[in-house]
């Protein structure tokens, strides 16, 4: 049985009944079961995830019981095989019908005939299917035709328009680089840039951020390169986020709600190891990532303890000459890499994100010296999450200034989605 199959079956699998989160899934699935083609692997994992609702709406034309209510294993199997058919054009039809039906063989015993009769009569009947009617229902059509749950359609056509919505979700569907952040503490890019290419790896250099790789190949969080901690996976997006912040040598930084430590390591790189980063998050378990990360990269000035960031931390405040505030959100500008995210339904959390957004920041901003630097940052594209958390803002706190504002997008600029806002504590009067 095709082991590049399987492993993507057990990623689906885990990603779906078991709300596993699809990096993690994939890394770990990989990385135990040593599939031939880890790149044919991750495309038909993540290429299924991406596309679920699409590709249940297509299985919808061909089977009788409601979605709602298909065995899982079945459904994630008709997903694989018509993944492989609609949008894998290196597989060959008869290659994605046999492989899939034996791996029914295998995990749906007993259904085995009736995942090949779907797959079967789609390749008869493909040219007829449509998509739902656009004039009829808007939001639906591009909830089917580009996987996304209609709530995310409606919001992100209400930000920005409907002549780029389109653009936008097309965007998060696209299957993203790796962009590997340079330890400027242990090499330079130029070094790395020859290190890699002398291993085999395709390597492109950012225009935007001197520290940032695109990087293509396997096994690169894995190895002599990585564990000798000459780099460290970040989106230029991210990295865009601290070169707002613009921490200094001998800087006094709060890096609030850290985990899992990326910001907080190109931070303490910035400053030359020397200074102090205060890296705090409310999960205990995380915060060991950020100190594994720390020991790798070879970087001693970041102290990590647990706190709830919706309150000051009286040991912080007036101390820092600048704070990054990186807010839990909707996430919606890393679909490219976590796609399960555009799935998420409308509920509590996500209509109370804003309130929460405002009281990490506000009960941030204490920390902040007069004079220093406050950056407020999220990994979503959405208003409601950015612009209006900073207007309430800067409504109740009259003693900071907006100094810049940026958003990155995935259709624009090739990165994930990111917001961010500078803004500086006004120095106090003599």
């Known amino acids: 049985m095709d082991r590049n199959r399987t492993t993507a079956f057990y990623i689906i699998r885990d990603v779906e009944s078991r709300r596993a989160y699809s990096h993690i899934a994939t890394n770990n699935y990989i990385w135990r079961l040593k599939p031939p083609t880890p790149a044919f692997v991750r495309e038909l994992a993540y290429g299924v995830i991406r596309r679920k609702l699409y590709l249940d709406y297509i299985i919808g034309n061909f089977v009788k019981t409601p979605i709602q209510k298909m065995d899982m294993t079945d459904l994630s199997l008709l997903r694989m095989g018509l993944y492989q058919l609609i949008f894998m054009n290196s597989v060959p039809d008869h290659a994605a019908l046999n492989e899939t039906v034996e791996l029914a063989k295998t995990y749906a015993a007993g259904r085995d005939g009736f995942i090949n009769a779907v797959l079967r009569q789609y390749l008869r009947d493909r040219d007829y299917v449509t998509l739902p009617d656009r004039a009829e229902d808007e939001d639906r059509y591009l909830s089917v035709k580009y996987s996304y749950a209609p709530w995310i359609v409606r919001q992100i056509r209400t930000d920005f328009g409907a002549d780029r919505v389109e653009s936008i979700l097309e965007a998060g569907n696209m299957i993203p680089s790796l962009s590997l952040r340079v330890n400027t503490l242990r090499t330079s890019r130029k070094d790395l840039v020859t290190r890699f290419s002398n291993d085999g790896y395709t390597v492109t250099e950012s225009p935007h951020c001197d520290n940032i790789l695109d990087v293509k190949g396997d096994d690169l969080l894995q190895g002599r390169l990585y564990e000798s901690g000459l780099y460290s996976v970040q989106d230029e997006g991210a990295e865009t986020v601290v070169r707002m912040l613009a921490p200094k040598p001998g800087d006094y930084v709060v890096d609030v709600c850290a985990a899992p430590g990326g910001k907080t390591m190109s931070i303490a790189e910035a400053m030359g190891n020397i200074g102090a980063i205060a890296a705090i998050d409310i999960y205990k378990r995380k915060l060991q990532q950020i100190n594994d990360q720390a020991k790798r990269l070879g970087i001693s000035i970041v102290e990590t303890w647990s706190w709830d960031a919706t309150r000051s931390d009286p040991d912080l405040v007036g101390r820092a000459d600048r704070v990054l505030v990186d807010a839990p959100c909707s996430g919606l500008g890393t679909v490219r890499k976590k796609p399960e995210i555009k799935y998420k339904g409308w509920n509590g959390e996500i209509e109370n994100l804003p309130r929460l957004q405002h009281d990490i920041l506000s009960a941030s901003s204490a920390y902040v010296k007069p004079g220093g630097v406050l950056v407020y940052s999220t990994c979503t594209i959405l208003k409601r999450e950015n612009d209006a958390v900073i207007k309430e ?38």
Do not use: A, N, P, W
């Open 393 to 430: 803002f800067l409504r109740r706190h009259k003693d900071f200034l907006k100094v810049d504002t940026k958003l990155m997008m995935t259709d624009t600029d090739g990165t994930d989605g990111f917001y961010m806002c500078k803004m500086t504590r006004k120095e106090l009067l003599v």
